[in-house]
C-alpha cells in the first residue's frame, strides 16, 4: 500500500497495488484484469499495459465501438474512490 506520496518513474502491476492520495509521474502501469484499488490519485504522463484479461476485455469493448481507440488521457485524475474489489 502506498499513502500519500509522489512516485515517479516507477513501474507497478496494479493488481498487486494500492494507491491512497498518491501522485505518480511518468510512470509504466500493468493491469492484468484483477483486483485494484485507487483513492485520490493524480496520474501525470502514465503509461497504461493491458493484459490478460484486462487486454481482451479492452479488446472486445473496442470491437463492438464501446471504447475508442484513442490512449487514456495523459493527465488522469481520480478524486473519488475507484476500486473493485469482491464482495
Known sequence: TYRSQ??????????EAVFLKCKLIDCDLYYSGGDFEWVECNFENCRFHWRAC???????????GMVGQQSPPKNLVLTTPLSQKPN
Open 6 to 15: 509522489a512516485i515517479q518513474g516507477k513501474s507497478f502491476i496494479l493488481d
Open 54 to 64: 484486462a487486454k481482451n476485455t479492452l479488446g472486445l469493448l473496442q470491437a463492438i
